[in-house]
Nanobody
């Protein structure tokens, strides 16, 4: 059974950078599409990025495009989310999730990591 463990996150000032990691165990991550989602209390979960298993195509929400980059490690057992030029509105709990097919958030989830961006 695929299990995901996240690391990264933290507290930064506006304009800062952070990197999340999503490491897999129990199954081979290259066979899965991996998405990053974020959620703020009281708001709907937002899908912000996805990398497909077929060809590593990447997708971004408008809110993060140009600032965030999703990638797989060369061994493909880890997926990263590099976040640059962070804004206070990026403050949220960030989750990775793996699905067979595309990123719909119906498969395995990481535990979530907190990002706080102060102005």
């Amino acid at each position: 059974q695929l299990q995901l463990e996240e690391s990264g996150g933290g507290a930064v000032q506006t304009g800062g950078s952070l990197r999340h990691s999503c490491a897999a165990s129990g199954a081979s991550l290259p066979y899965y599409a991996v998405g990053w989602f974020r959620q703020v209390p009281g708001k709907e979960r937002e899908g912000i990025s996805c990398i497909l298993s077929s060809d590593d195509s990447t997708y971004y929400a408008d809110s993060v495009r140009g600032r965030f980059t999703i990638s797989r490690a060369s061994a493909k057992s880890t997926v990263y989310l590099e976040m640059k030029n962070l804004k206070p509105e990026d403050t949220a709990t960030y989750y990775c999730a793996a699905d067979l097919g595309t990123c719909v958030g119906r498969g395995s989830w990481g535990q979530g990591t907190q990002v706080v961006v102060s102005s």
